[in-house]
């Protein structure tokens, strides 16, 4: 049943589970993901290479294909997008909900001009005829900042460069004025100043649209420059949510507290460094009890048995560790 509040609940994430059958086991690539993006919200999803982030981001726009496969619920709008016929996902995805996905070379048709390629969502979601069609891939062109609009809607993908490829992905993306925006890694490989520009672009949609975004990035400044919440994946599984300001104030996951601790201090990081010692672990043979175990110095015997549940101080507020507290107890970061 769809109710006026749940039709205002923005996206809703809960138990997603997304497995691949594998020659050497079934790899868990996301676990039991719970959380919730609200109308004009911008979340934040971070984590090491391979702990899920774009899985989970494919998942909620059911683009996991055989071997994979998908659990639990992800409800937009109060409509649960997991169990939709396929036709309703496809009137809802390009035009409700929009991906801009890391690579944009592959997400962009290489032997289509970009104008043309930003029409063909309008045609397919809306009944503008061919002249505002033109006119719209135009005036979208303008909005994410591609300079000489005009010419260069009748130009290829590959005659343009990588920073204008990304806006021109965002450009088709946003030819329907979607509700939830799906960004993976938006702005990774493009220079600082385009990525600002590209960054200060989508939280001005997000304004003036109020749409939701999901940010995915393993980029620390990103998600301190543009999201309201966050929430930290490690080996598939989220272990710490909250706000930006109090998860950068107050870590209460070890992982987290070595992401950030290993962030210079001063001014908004632009990279990553690992200062956590060993890797993550294979998704084909996590660890019993908590899977950072192996790289945690907080870790006891409990935390070699039994995986610790997100839990916390608040809803809003959580961390999978059971010495969560003593974590926050530490010396401030930043
Ligand atoms: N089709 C597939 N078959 C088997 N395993 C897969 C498949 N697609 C993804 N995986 C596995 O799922 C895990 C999570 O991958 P995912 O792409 O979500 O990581 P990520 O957090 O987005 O990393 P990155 O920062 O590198 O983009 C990886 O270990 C990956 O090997
Ligand atoms: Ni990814």
Not at 139 to 165: K, T
Not at 209 to 223: E, K, N, P, R
Request: aromatic fraction near 4%; charge should be negative; hydrophobic fraction near 45%.
């Amino acid at each position: 049943m769809t109710t006026a509040a749940s039709e205002n609940a923005g996206l809703v994430v809960r138990g997603l589970t997304t497995t691949f059958d594998t020659p050497r086991g079934l790899a868990i690539a996301a676990a039991d993901v719970d959380f919730d993006v609200a109308p004009g919200e911008v979340v934040g999803l971070v984590g090491e290479s391979g702990s899920g982030k774009s899985v989970t981001l494919r998942s909620i726009m059911r683009l996991i294909r055989e071997p994979g496969h998908v659990s639990g619920r992800v409800e937009w709008r109060g409509r649960d997008l997991v169990a939709m016929p396929d036709e309703e996902l496809r009137r809802i995805r390009g035009s409700e909900i929009a991906m801009i996905f890391q690579e944009p070379m592959t997400a962009l048709n290489p032997v289509l001009p970009v104008g043309l390629q930003i029409e063909e969502n309008l045609i397919a979601h809306t009944t503008l005829n061919r002249r505002e069609r033109r006119a719209r891939a135009l005036e979208l062109m303008n909005i994410v900042g591609i300079p000489a609009a005009e010419s260069r809607l009748d130009e290829y993908p590959h005659q343009f460069s990588g920073g204008m490829r990304q806006r021109a992905m965002i450009a088709i993306a946003l030819a329907c004025s979607p509700k939830l925006l799906l960004a993976d890694e938006p702005t990774t490989a493009l220079d600082v100043t385009i990525q600002d520009q590209i960054l200060k672009l989508l939280l001005e949609l997000r304004d003036n649209l109020a749409m939701s975004v999901v940010l995915v990035t393993h980029d620390l400044g990103v998600i301190a420059a543009t999201c309201d919440r966050m929430a930290v994946m490690y080996a598939g599984r989220i272990v710490e949510t909250g706000t930006v300001a109090d998860v950068f104030a107050r870590p209460r996951h070890p992982y987290t507290r070595g992401l950030l601790g290993s962030v210079p201090s001063g001014g908004a990081p632009r990279t990553m460094l690992y200062s956590i010692d060993g890797t993550p672990p294979s998704l084909t043979e996590l660890p019993v009890g908590c899977a950072f175990h192996p790289r945690c110095k907080f870790a006891t015997e409990e935390c070699l048995k039994t995986r610790p549940p997100l839990s916390g101080v608040a809803e809003s507020r959580l961390a999978a560790c059971f010495h969560q507290d003593d974590v926050a107890a530490m010396e401030p970061i930043l």
